[in-house]
C-alpha cells in the first residue's frame, strides 16, 4: 500500500520532516508563496493564472509542499523565477540582478514584494483580451497567466513613468498581435487559432 498523497491537481505532494531547520525553510517558503500572492493580486488570482485549486493554494500557504509541475505553473503565474520560489535565491524576477547585500538577521522578517500595479496589469489584461479576441486566437489559462506575468515585467522593468508604461502596452500589443499573425511554423507553439 502507497504512503503517497495526491493534491488536487493530481500531483503527489512530498511528505515533510519535523526538523527545525525544515521547518525554517517551510516558513520561508510560505513567506514566498505569500509574495507571488500579492504579486498576482491576491490567492485567488494566483490560482486563476497558474489553473490550479484555491484549496490547493490554501493548502501550499499553510506549509503543504507542491510538486514540480505546480511550482513551475506558480512562478509562470506570478511571473518570479522558480529558483527564487523554491530556494528563496536572488533574484526574484527574470531579467533583474542579484542584490548584494549583507544576509540579513535570521529575526528579520524577509523584505516585502514590489507591489503590483492593479490599474496597469487591468489595463493590460484587457488589452491582450481584446487582441486574442479580434485575431480569434487562443491561450491556455496557464499561457495566459504566464503571457500576463512576462507582458507586465517587461513593461514595468522598462520605466516608473506612468504614461510611458500605458503607451508601452500598445506597443505590446503591436508585438503580439504580429506574433499572433505568424505561420504556425515560425509562431510560439502555445498560440494557436480557432
Do not use: C
Amino acid at each position: 500500500m502507497s504512503s503517497h498523497n495526491s493534491n488536487d491537481e493530481g500531483e503527489p505532494e512530498r511528505q515533510h520532516s519535523s526538523s527545525a531547520s525544515e521547518h525554517e525553510r517551510d516558513d520561508a517558503f510560505i513567506d514566498r508563496m505569500k509574495a507571488m500572492a500579492d504579486l498576482a493580486g491576491g490567492q485567488n488570482a494566483l490560482a486563476r493564472l497558474a489553473g490550479i485549486s484555491q484549496s490547493g493554494i490554501s493548502r501550499y500557504l499553510k506549509g503543504g509542499e507542491p510538486a514540480r509541475p505546480i511550482l513551475l505553473a506558480l512562478s509562470r503565474a506570478a511571473g518570479v523565477r522558480i529558483e527564487w520560489l523554491m530556494t528563496g535565491q536572488e533574484p526574484m524576477r527574470p531579467g533583474e540582478m542579484a542584490e548584494t547585500r549583507a544576509p540579513a538577521p535570521e529575526s528579520r522578517p524577509p523584505a516585502p514584494a514590489p507591489a503590483l500595479d492593479h490599474a496597469l496589469f487591468g489595463l493590460l489584461n484587457e488589452a491582450l483580451t481584446r487582441l486574442y479576441q479580434e485575431e480569434n486566437a487562443r491561450v491556455g489559462p496557464r499561457g495566459w497567466g504566464a503571457l500576463l506575468a512576462e507582458k507586465y515585467e517587461e513593461i514595468v522593468s522598462s520605466t516608473d513613468d506612468p504614461e510611458e508604461r500605458k503607451a508601452m502596452i500598445n506597443l505590446i500589443i503591436t508585438q503580439q498581435r504580429k506574433a499572433i499573425r505568424t505561420p504556425p511554423t515560425q509562431a510560439n507553439p502555445d498560440k494557436r487559432r480557432a
